[in-house]
Structure formats: C-alpha cells, structure tokens
C-alpha cells in the first residue's frame, strides 16, 4: 500500500468549515514560512501606542521601521478549528520602550492561546479586565500559556529576532478597542541597560 504525504487521502469531498490535513513550513531561524505570506506591522500602525511620542516622531522622521509581522492562515473561525502560525517581533526600541505587538483581548473573552519560543528574548505581557497583570518570559523552548480573560502582547527585550509559535481557538477573534488608545497597565522599558516593567504613564 503506498501513501502520497501532503494529499487528500480520501474520497469524500472536504467540508468547507474544515479544512483537509495539511502541513506548513515555519522556518527555526527566522520565523518565516517559504509559501504563506506574513502580516507586517510598521511604527505608523502603532502611533501613540508607544508612552514617548517625541520618540515615536523622530524614529518616523527616519523612515518607518518594521517593527514584527505575524502568519494568519486563514483556517475558517469555528470553535472546533484552530488558528495558529509564527510570530516575528523585531529587535528594537521606541525611546527606551522596546518593541511589541499591538496586543488583544480575544473578543470571546474567555479563550486562552499557548505560544512556545523558537528563538530570541522576550516578555508575555498580560492583563484581565479586573486590571489583574502578568509578565511570563520567552526564551527558545519555553511555551507560555495564556489563560482566557488575559489581553496578551508579545515584548522583545533582547537582540535577537523573537520568534514564536502560538494557537488558539479560531473563532476566539481579536478584540483591541481599549488597548489601541490607553494601552496595558505596564510598558517593558530599558533601564540601566536590562528590561525594567514600569508603569504606562498613558495609562488613565
Ligand atoms: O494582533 P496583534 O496583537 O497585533 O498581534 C499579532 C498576532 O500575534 C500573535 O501571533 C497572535 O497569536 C495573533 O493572533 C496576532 O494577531
Ligand atoms: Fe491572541
């Protein structure tokens, strides 16, 4: 009996809710894969995210840098399918502020997603609507587990490239709302030359 990997091994036709048994290459060293594209976001999609806007204005005066991009593979939003991909957050900084992602809370609140850490430094920021907060650290093979109720952004506090794996429920969605203006209760900020969490003066 021969196998063929990588086709529908089936006569039944796929259900458009789920999709056929597939693989997908993520690179070890970048975080990129060789056939899905990735979503980048650049500084101007994140203006007045950052706490120094001053900051903000003199890195977009010198261009607009990259700051992480991220693979979302389009698996239909059920709550039997799951989402997953890579994770790529750029080394950097905002005035002394380091770069992150945007960060979320799932819009079916209590839904929780896992990443494990591929390669480089980094924090898990999290906070819950009761103003709860909590910082897990990345390094290569550690997985972080994000509970339900927690909005969740990645910090890359180190030189390296901070690539992760995540998944989650793929009808969780993405709800950003309050996040984009007033932001996490914490900021990752450099001080004395290691990753310091401080209060987010933007925070009301
Ligand atoms: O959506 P952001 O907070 O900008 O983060 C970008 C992406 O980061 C992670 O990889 C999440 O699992 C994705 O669901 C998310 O969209
Ligand atoms: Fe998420």
Known sequence: ??????????????????????????????????????????????????????????????????LYEFH?????????????????????????????????????????EVYYCIGGRGLMLMENPEGEWDAQEFSPGKAVYVPGRYAHRSVNTGTEPLITFYAFRADAGHDYGSIETKGFRKIVVEQGGKPAIVDNPKWA
């Open 1 to 66: 009996m021969s196998f063929a990997p990588n086709q529908a091994n089936r006569a039944t036709p796929a259900n458009p809710a789920n999709p056929d048994p597939f693989a997908v290459y993520f690179s070890l060293n970048n975080g990129l894969s060789d056939t899905k594209p990735s979503l980048k976001r650049y500084l101007t999609q994140m203006k007045g995210m950052y706490a120094d806007d001053a900051a903000t204005e003199a890195l977009l005066a010198q261009g607009n840098p990259l």
């Open 72 to 112: 979302e593979l389009g698996i239909t939003e059920t709550a039997g399918n799951l989402a997953f991909g890579t994770s790529i957050v750029y080394p950097g900084k905002v005035g002394d502020e380091y770069y992150m992602t945007k960060g979320h809370f799932h819009t079916v609140l209590d839904t929780a």
